[in-house]
């Protein structure tokens, strides 16, 4: 093989036995959730493979947040996403909650809420909750965010489980107006175009 | 960026007839009404099966096309060039990560994902086993691959499947960014030197055969393209997508000065639609089938990285692990 790249020329022998690959060599999936702009709700973007939370983290920033949409980004666990049933049409997701035998547990957590209210869109975060278990959360939320519009979705989410930003860790994004360089409106090539233009026709 | 073109072809029409008949009939009327499908509800097993190979097709696409320009960085002319294109390539893999994950949600593994790219049983954009000898074809990509791309992208953003629309979204904001960037290489070239328009015009000439390959053969109008046409997975014929790329980019090159290598190449006043000469679709299947000049290369470096980023997924994977001295 002869490439115009010598870096392509150097690399070692390609692999001939190529193994499929064991389950997990990608690792496993961690939500990731941004914030669009300071003082709105984070809403969830998307995943990344990490293997661990920590890791997500950052795998999250390079994946997410290289441009200015974002002021704060977190992530959890794709397992410690409590998903209720997906409504239809004009019903209400609260009211597909199954009534479950009232847990009373001395320990309580506090978890996140997430309402998805449109088809296609994302699940934006509405607001926190105490409760001892994943479906007395989502019973507690109904009493506290349900309303006249139906909600698609619920997601319910331990705050301890979410890796969050700290607030000292915020000047990760601090650089980015400098990053002018990965902004469309940094190329403008309009006025050398036009002077070239206008020189052609004059030529002709 | 990415490869449309997408053939359908090689799939039974009949599986259809296996699918529960009301099932189908509401998915069809969720679509029917504009309504988005989520990995969560009943889907037709045809329609799974084109969007994970569409979709991952895509995410092979961005990943490989990384590497023709990739390979132009260290060589872009200027500090502010090398910035943008390291910028651009960060980007485009950034994109396939996008794309793994909405395919990921119909059910294909990561792992089987990358395995199928590296052994050749995917296919990912056939325009990406050409190679960039020169800084022009770097711009050329970066310009017209990409403006190609982007009116894929478009229309497939408008499609059915919830995940898939949402990556695209993203992917589509940051395009915008690419195609300036090219945009802008391109008037810089143009405005040059005659060795610069020289070098611009030898790179049209190179590249305009895998452009008008890029968006695939003419459909066969099928039943069976027609059903994912109705459920919105293929958003527009590939001649449809090719008409609108000439009618947006052409205009652009000849405003340069440039000249496009095909004499039989104008807008055809009456029917509104560009002729062109056919191009040689047997080359096409050559090239898709590993006969390229730069297949070989491309799946390479990916096996090689894979391999070369294992012992880096193997650390990770058990962060606490850590040294212990021997005993004795």
Known sequence: MKSLDPRVNRLPETPKDIVPKAPLDQFGT??????????????????????????????????????????????????????????????????????KQEQHSISEDTFEIYHLLKRGKQHVHIGTVKASTPDAAMQQAKTMFNTSTPVMNIWAIRTKDIRFTEESEKDLWGTLPEKKFRDAASYKGGDKLKTFLERNSQAL | MYGGGNTFEGIKTDSLAQEDPIKLAEFEARIARGEKIEPADWMPALYRKQLIRMIEQHAHSEIIGALP????????????RKLALMAKVQDEVGHAQLLYSAAETLGKTREEMIHDLITGKSKYSNIFNYPAFTWADACFISWLVDAGAIVNQLANAKGSYGPYCRALDRICAEESFHLKYGHHCVIFLATGTQKQRDMFQEAINRWWAPMMHFFGPADKISAHTQVLMNWKVKMATNDDTRNQFLDMYVPKIWELGFTIPDPALKKNTDTGRWDYTEPDWEEFKRVINGGGPCNEERLAVRRIAEERGKWVREALRSPKASYVMPLA
């Open chain 1, 30 to 99: 961690f939500e990731v959730f941004v914030q669009p702009k300071e003082g709105k709700p984070f809403q969830h973007e998307g995943i990344v493979h990490a293997p661990e939370l920590e890791m997500a983290y950052v795998l999250a920033k390079e994946a997410f947040t290289r441009r200015f949409t974002c002021t704060s980004l977190y992530v959890v666990d794709t397992r410690s996403v409590f998903v209720s049933p997906l409504a239809e049409g004009t019903t209400n997701a609260y009211d597909l909650l199954e009534q």
């Open chain 2, 69 to 80: 320009e990739g390979t132009w960085i260290t060589r872009a002319p200027g500090f502010k």
